[in-house]
DNA sequence: CTGAATCCGCGGGGATACTG
DNA sequence: CAGTATCCCCGCGGATTCAG
């Protein structure tokens, strides 16, 4: 008879692979479009919810919120709500966020970096 | 009357946005998950088609395919197609892809660096 | 102002089959 | 093996409405 440990491995790997698939979540979570441009608009600053969503363009409202929850769930961001009315809500990134926020940045650099470059490239394979 | 350019602004400030809008456009192409786990998978190996596929776990035939021909046509990787016969096509990253590479390892680099504080704040989060 | 909820259309993306 | 084309469905994501 084969145990479920001779299947899966042992302890340790399997811990390695439980790891592994939490990165690839949080990834998949944090590697789209929206997140990592709210990441980039929130830079050093404190944002309201509508300051947001101005700084981010094309972005709705939906998204915004969807996204900052998300990115809150991972501690990517800090969310201060102000008990006035009418309400408001400011967020900020955590330590973990603007660790996230670095590589981002670097990430825009290299666009700019190489916009000229590839827009021939585009130019070229479009013909 | 009012000209098309004191509408618009300056040749120069055209300029910019026409950059800036590009800049985005390639940011929207590039910072989706697909696309950054291919670069990743890469690296510094030249690989063809079906081992990409199986690099990048989770993908599809379809994905693949239409992930690799943007990254193409944004020159970041390089498509080396052998006249044999089964074919054999070849990607490897070009320099421009290799800076973008460089991002992404960070990125995944934070991913690890912060899987604890992450896995805490869900918890959290979650209840 | 912030945010949850609902409705709904369109397109992302999987599965499959077919070419070279 | 690599790539394209077709079908089809689920879910992303926009618009709108309601609540606190």
Redesign the pocket.
């Known amino acids: 008879m084969v145990t479920k440990h001779q299947l899966d491995g042992l302890p340790e790997d399997a811990d390695l692979r439980r790891a592994d698939s939490l990165a690839r979540e949080i990834f998949s979570d944090v590697a789209?479009?929206?997140a990592l441009l709210i990441i980039e608009a929130l830079g050093e600053q404190t944002l309201?919810?509508?300051?947001l969503?101005d700084e981010v363009d094309?972005?709705?409202?939906?998204?915004?919120?969807?996204n900052?929850?998300m990115l809150e769930r991972n501690g990517l961001v800090d969310?201060q709500?102000h008990p006035t009315v009418?309400?408001?809500?400011?967020y900020t990134l955590t330590e973990p966020g603007r660790g996230l926020r670095a590589t981002v940045d670097a990430m825009c650099g290299w666009t700019h970096q190489y916009l000229g470059h590839i827009e021939d490239a585009r130019r070229t394979f479009d013909s």
């Open positions: 789209n479009k929206w309201r919810f509508s300051e969503r094309g972005i709705s409202h939906k998204m915004l919120t969807q900052l929850r969310r709500v009418p309400p408001r809500v400011e």
